[in-house]
Nanobody
């Protein structure tokens, strides 16, 4: 089974930027949906952004215009570019790959934004 490993999290000041990567151990081209989710302390996990196999992207309202999701099938990697970060973006960020009823999750990477 394909495994996902996130990287790129860290500590950043409000207004700053971070770039997350999610490397897959196998091909991601067969996955219809690739997405980023986040979970803040004592909150439910929520969808941040998703990119479909055809390249269509969708974003949650709080991040629209600030975050950009992308995928590179040749490198079996997906990305999340986060700009204009806010303290409320603080959370553990997880990447997800979904196809035909199967969902795979990464282990998560912590993003902390301080004011």
């Amino acid at each position: 089974q394909v495994q996902l490993v996130e990287s790129g999290g860290g500590l950043v000041q409000s207004g700053g930027s971070l770039s997350l990567s999610c490397a897959a151990s196998g091909s991601i081209s067969s996955f219809n949906n690739l997405g980023w989710y986040r979970q803040a302390p004592q909150k439910q996990r929520e969808l941040v952004a998703v990119i479909l196999s055809g390249g269509t992207t969708r974003y949650a309202a709080p991040v629209k215009g600030r975050f950009t999701i992308s995928r590179d099938n040749a490198k079996n990697t997906m990305y999340l570019q986060m700009n204009s970060l806010k303290p409320e973006d603080t959370a553990v960020y997880y990447c997800n790959a979904y196809a035909s009823g199967t969902a795979i999750w990464g282990q998560g990477t912590q993003v902390t934004v301080y004011s």
